[in-house]
C-alpha cells in the first residue's frame, strides 16, 4: 500500500518536447509538494500546494506547472523541455508536520 | 535567509557510532529533520525534532538540538552496512499545517568500512 505514488519511475524524452508527471497519495494529507534533485543529489523545494494556496519557489521557470485536479493527486507538467530539466522530481505530501516523499521519477532530457 | 550546511562525507567502521551534523541559519526553524535517502531509491523519513526540544532519541538513533548554536546532529549507534546512504537534514520554517516545504542540506554521504 504505497503512501505517496508517482508515475512513471523513469522518463526519456526529447528536448522540446511537453511531459506530464502524475502524483497520488493516499494519506488523506491536504498539502502536496514537488521537489527537484539534481545530479549532485542537492534537493530544492519546486512547489507546494494546498486547496487554499499554491506557493512557488521564484526560481522555477514558468515551463513547470503544477496542476491539482483533486486534493489526492498533484500533478507537474513541464513544457518545453531542456537539458537542464534532468534531474530526479519528487512529490510529497504532509500533514502538520510530517512529510513523506514518493520515490521519485527520473527524468532524462537528450 | 534559508541555509542548511552538513558535511558532503562520512567515513565510520561497522559496528562504531555515526555522527552526522547540521548547522542552519534559520532560528524561527520550527521542526528539524532527518531524512535517508539509499541509492535510487527515495527519501524516507528517519526522525525530526520540535524546535523547543533538546534531544530525541529513538532506537538506535538520537538527535540533539542545540537551538542556540543552531546545531542539528544526528547519531547511529552500532553503524551496520544496511545503514550506508545519504542522509539530509531539513527544517520546516513555516506553522505547523502550512504549506511550506522543507529547505534541504546537501547532504552527508555515509560509508560503512567493514
Known amino acids: 500500500d504505497t503512501a505517496v505514488s508517482q508515475t512513471p519511475k523513469y522518463l526519456v524524452t526529447q528536448m522540446g518536447n511537453d511531459k506530464s508527471i502524475k502524483c497520488e497519495q493516499n494519506?488523506?494529507?491536504?498539502?502536496m509538494y514537488w521537489y527537484k534533485q539534481d545530479s549532485k543529489k542537492f534537493l530544492k523545494i519546486m512547489f507546494s500546494?494546498?486547496?487554499?494556496?499554491?506557493?512557488i519557489n521564484e526560481t522555477v521557470p514558468n515551463r513547470f506547472s503544477p496542476k491539482s485536479p483533486d486534493k489526492a493527486h498533484l500533478n507537474l507538467h513541464i513544457n518545453s523541455l531542456e537539458l537542464g530539466d534532468s534531474a530526479v522530481y519528487f512529490c510529497?505530501?504532509?500533514?502538520?508536520?510530517?512529510?513523506?516523499f514518493g520515490p521519485g521519477t527520473r527524468l532524462l532530457v537528450l | 535567509g534559508e541555509d542548511v550546511e552538513q558535511s558532503l562525507f562520512l567515513s565510520v567502521r561497522e559496528g562504531d557510532s555515526s555522527v552526522i551534523n547540521c548547522t542552519y541559519t534559520d532560528s524561527s526553524s520550527t521542526y528539524l529533520y532527518w531524512y535517508k535517502q539509499e541509492p535510487g531509491a527515495g527519501l524516507q523519513l528517519l526522525t525530526y525534532?520540535?524546535?523547543?526540544?533538546d534531544m530525541k532519541q529513538d532506537q538506535r538513533l538520537t538527535v540533539l538540538l542545540n537551538k542556540k548554536d543552531k546545531h542539528l546532529s544526528l547519531r547511529i549507534a552500532d553503524t551496520q552496512t544496511g545503514d550506508s546512504a545519504i542522509y539530509f537534514c531539513a527544517e520546516s520554517i513555516g506553522p505547523e499545517g502550512g504549506a511550506d516545504g522543507l529547505t534541504f542540506g546537501k547532504g552527508t554521504h555515509l560509508i560503512i568500512q567493514p
Open positions: 510529497a505530501s504532509s500533514f502538520r508536520e510530517t512529510q513523506y
Open positions: 494519506l488523506g494529507h491536504d498539502t
Open positions: 500546494y494546498n486547496n487554499k494556496e499554491l506557493i
Open positions: 525534532i520540535f524546535s523547543n526540544m
